[in-house]
């Protein structure tokens, strides 16, 4: 990803929401000069502060009574699309970025929609820049729907900062992203920043939509069987609160929570439903598998399999070569 970003020009934030662990963001970032990064939490940015970051996006809507919280942590910029809500921002004299819609509807303002401009009159030099995110680009099913995806949000966000611009108020940066945005994307022009998230990890869902390939898959579940069925399905001790109830895949004609391997990565089967504590693995063929038999269950979608633990153990060579620490949720 940092490749990727780099042959465009522009820099990399990571949105450590998915791995929400400092070795993970200092792994992202490597030996780039430019240490920012996105939240999607204030817990999430009080936590990365203290860890010395200190140019942080929450990258979520902030509402006026979160304004003395977001105060309180050093580097951190909010996000609007409201134009009261950019008058509480200057007065509590916290930065910010102004949310621009690129077609997603989740938030944010239309390019051309005069509330942008009210927005950033009212944040006055307190406008950091104009901030998008194609979310769309989940639904694409091949490279070249990705691309497109690309290229509108690049438009979109870079004709509500000339806009912007064109009406006096200065607007220094314009921030984009999305994974398969982000990788795909044929030109960032005007663009000055990226954010991308989930490719620290990828997932199932991230390669059947064409971000990655199988074996750039990073992050999986280890789980041990627990019963043998008769019928040669298998349950396992990684159930909802290990896996997610996260059915992704369903939208790209999967199915299930999760693929199942062997600690080699041989595929086995899919966890085709699960319980509190419990996951039922079915195979293309009955199972051959002893009670305590370890399996790798690999996620649809790796940001909320991760928020269900509290740590990562490394993996080289077959062999735990570190744990780390991520905040919780």
């Known amino acids: 990803m940092r490749e990727a970003v780099a042959r465009r020009g522009v820099r990399l934030r990571p949105h450590v929401k998915t791995a929400k662990c400092v070795e993970v963001a200092d792994a992202a970032l490597g030996d780039a000069p430019f240490r920012g990064i996105a939240v999607s939490t204030l817990a999430e940015a009080r936590f990365f502060a203290a860890a010395g970051w200190d140019d942080i996006t929450y990258a979520v809507g902030v509402t006026p ?54 927005a950033a009159r009212a944040l006055g030099p307190r406008l950091r820049g104009v901030l998008t995110h194609g979310g769309q680009s989940y639904g694409c099913r091949s490279v070249e729907a990705a691309r497109e995806v690309a290229e509108v949000e690049r438009a979109a966000a870079v004709e509500a900062a000339e806009r912007i611009r064109a009406a006096g108020v200065a607007c220094p940066e314009v921030s984009v992203g999305s994974t398969p945005t982000a990788l795909h994307a044929a030109s960032l022009d005007g663009v000055t920043e990226v954010r991308a998230g989930v490719y620290v990890f990828f997932d199932l869902f991230q390669h059947a939509i064409g971000s990655c390939g199988r074996d750039d898959l990073a992050l999986s579940v280890l789980a041990s069987v627990v019963s043998r069925r008769p019928d040669g399905s298998v349950w396992i001790d990684a159930g909802t609160l290990a896996l997610s109830s996260e059915r992704s895949l369903d939208a790209v004609g999967g199915s299930g929570f999760g693929e199942v391997t062997d600690l080699d990565g041989r595929p086995l089967g899919r966890v085709v439903s699960t319980n509190q504590e419990h996951g039922h693995v079915v195979g293309e063929a009955p199972l051959d598998l002893a009670v305590g038999a370890q399996l790798r269950v690999w996620p649809n979608h790796a940001c909320i399999t991760a928020a269900m633990h509290d740590r990562y153990h490394v993996v080289e060579a077959g062999r735990v070569v570190a744990e780390w620490p991520r905040l919780p949720g």
């Open 65 to 118: 009574q979160k304004l003395p919280a977001a105060k309180a942590i050093d580097g951190l910029t909010v996000l609007t699309d409201d134009v009261d809500v950019a008058h509480a921002i200057a007065t509590a004299e916290v930065d910010a970025w102004l949310e621009v819609d690129c077609g997603q509807g989740r938030g944010g303002r239309a390019p051309d929609d005069p509330a942008l401009i009210a």
